[in-house]
Antibody, heavy 113, light 106 residues
Framework: VQLVESGGGLVQPGKSLKLSCSAS????????MHWIRQAPGKGLDWVAY???????VYADAVKGRFTISRDNAKNTLYLQLNSLKSEDTAIYYC????????WGQGVMVTVSS | EIVLTQSPTTTAASPGEKVTITCLAS?????MYWYQQKSGASPKLLIY???SLASGVPDRFSGSGSGTSYSLTINTMEAEDAATYYC?????????FGSGTKLEIK
């Protein structure tokens, strides 16, 4: 099992970014997937979940601004981040459900002017 | 939202010592999960469904608990166990984590 995030970077407040998580080594379409973030020096903060049938759940802090999606044909999970705020600065991890048994290496998103 | 309170926040143990980390939930949860995160690395699943050991995890780690009180125990501390440990629940939305316990080696 391997999960590889990409798409991070430095972005100005109010702008957008799209993260990707490429999955391999398992039947991606059969698993729910999560995005979890970790601000510098802080703890783990759950962001969003998408089920194998593409049902979604979001943390209140990102509801209406972030969108989780998946492309099972490409074995890829996405997180669209809109209206970014400085408090969204964090390492973003994708992880496989139910227990978060596999995690990617993470991708850094920095929101700053 | 179910709040998970971990204690202690920070602790240190000598090699061979027994370590226990507790996680108290603000409401009853059906299962608890535990993760280990070493500096600069991604979190790693240690315990799932309260007491089941994840694949490849040494059997000096164990989990127990029910309702609102859960614990992670390291039976005999080793230097490689120095890390931050997090509990996590998903009995109800949103999925939440504890604030973490930093474990250092003496």
């Amino acid at each position: 099992v391997q999960l590889v995030e990409s798409g991070g970077g430095l972005v100005q407040p109010g702008k957008s970014l799209k993260l990707s998580c490429s999955a391999s080594g398992f039947t991606f379409s059969s698993y729910g997937m999560h995005w979890i973030r970790q601000a510098p020096g802080k703890g783990l903060d759950w962001v969003a979940y998408i089920s194998s049938s593409s049902g979604t759940v979001y943390a209140d802090a990102v509801k209406g601004r972030f969108t989780i999606s998946r492309d099972n044909a490409k074995n890829t999970l996405y997180l669209q981040l809109n209206s970014l705020k400085s408090e969204d600065t964090a390492i973003y991890y994708c992880a496989r459900s139910v227990g978060l048994d596999y995690w990617g290496q993470g991708v850094m998103v920095t929101v700053s002017s | 939202e179910i709040v998970l309170t971990q204690s202690p926040t920070t602790t240190a143990a000598s090699p061979g010592e027994k370590v226990t980390i507790t996680c108290l939930a603000s409401s009853s949860v059906s299962n608890m999960y535990w993760y280990q995160q070493k500096s600069g690395a991604s979190p790693k699943l240690l315990i799932y469904s309260t007491s089941s050991l994840a694949s490849g995890v040494p059997d000096r780690f164990s989990g127990s608990g029910s309702g609102t009180s859960y614990s992670l125990t390291i039976n005999t501390m080793e230097a490689e166990d120095a890390a931050t440990y997090y509990c996590q629940q998903w009995s109800s939305n949103p999925l939440t984590f504890g604030s973490g316990t930093k474990l250092e080696i003496k």
